[in-house]
């Protein structure tokens, strides 16, 4: 039997994006963000979520989306990365998809240069981008948060 993985799919400006289902945590509605002075320019702000502060990503500015205010009926998607907790600005939580490993395109042959997005997957009425977390970061932003961080705790 060939190995398959879960992703939880979600909408930001009309395109479908998923992060694989182990990283997920939950999916809140958007809170009041608090500024994060000298954070990168990706990170919106900073969370408190049962104690513990979590930085705000901007997916719209990583992708070059159209920018906008966060509103009441925008979601929070938290999910785990190797070093930290994070909350990821999204439209809408929209389903778990399961997919075949072989069934996962390799975005490099595809769309050279997105270290952010590990691959894609075909539906009947278009594609889903997989979004690797891990990279969404580069190392030198990974450092300014860091710091950043580190006035909040």
Excluded: W
Excluded at 18 to 44: C, G, K, Q, Y
Excluded at 61 to 68: A, Q, T
């Amino acid at each position: 039997m060939e190995m398959t993985n879960q992703y939880v799919v979600f909408l930001l400006d009309g395109q479908r994006y998923a992060l694989s289902l182990p990283t997920v945590r939950r999916v809140v509605r958007a809170v009041e963000i608090t500024p994060l002075p000298d954070a990168p320019a990706i990170v919106h702000g900073a969370i408190n979520v049962e104690g513990e502060i979590i930085p705000v990503f901007n997916l719209r500015r990583r992708f070059l989306l159209p920018e906008r205010e966060i509103n009441i009926n925008d979601q929070f998607l938290i999910a785990s990365t190797n070093h930290r907790r994070v909350a990821l600005v999204i439209d809408a939580a929209q389903d778990v998809i399961e997919y075949k490993l072989s069934e996962v395109i390799a975005l490099d042959t595809v769309i050279p240069g997105l270290e952010q997005v590990h691959g894609l997957v075909k539906f009947d009425d278009g594609l889903v981008l997989i979004h690797d977390l891990e990279s969404f970061l580069s190392p030198s932003e990974v450092r300014t948060l860091e710091k950043a961080m580190e006035i909040l705790q």
